[in-house]
Nanobody
Framework: QVQVAESGGGSVQAGGSLTLSCSLS????????TGWFRQRPGQEREGLAA???????YTADSVKGRFTLSKDHSRGMMYLQMNRLEPEDTGTYYC????????????????????WGQGTQVTVAT
């Protein structure tokens, strides 16, 4: 069983920064992908950034250059550094983990078997 839990959301002015944290515990196997997703109001959930245990990564075009995923394997933590935030970044942010083979396929949408956190709200004001 894998447990994931996000923290660090909040409200910020446009142009500001936030760092989200995700705690990963349980049997996070070497074949797992872990990543960050968000759901904006009225939109489908979308993948933002993900990494496979071996190091291969995925980053959505919409956040390249602004959002950076990092992991601290020793602490079982994953982070999302978000810079130059825009009002369009407002939404609920989730971290997830699951077995995967290709990060390019898992990163955009994860899968039905993924383990999800409860989500953390990010609000970017104009």
């Amino acid at each position: 069983q894998v447990q994931v839990a996000e923290s660090g959301g909040g409200s910020v002015q446009a142009g500001g920064s936030l760092t989200l944290s995700c705690s990963l515990s349980g049997a996070v196997h070497m074949t797992y992908c872990t990543g960050w997703f968000r759901q904006r109001p009225g939109q489908e959930r979308e993948g933002l950034a993900a990494i496979r245990f071996g190091g291969s990564t995925y980053t959505a075009d919409s956040v390249k250059g602004r959002f950076t995923l990092s992991k601290d394997h020793s602490r079982g933590m994953m982070y999302l550094q978000m810079n130059r935030l825009e009002p369009e970044d407002t939404g609920t942010y989730y971290c997830a983990a699951d077995r995967c083979t290709l990060i390019e396929k898992w990163g955009p949408s994860a899968g039905v078997s993924a383990y999800w956190g409860q989500g953390t709200q990010v609000t970017v004001a104009t």
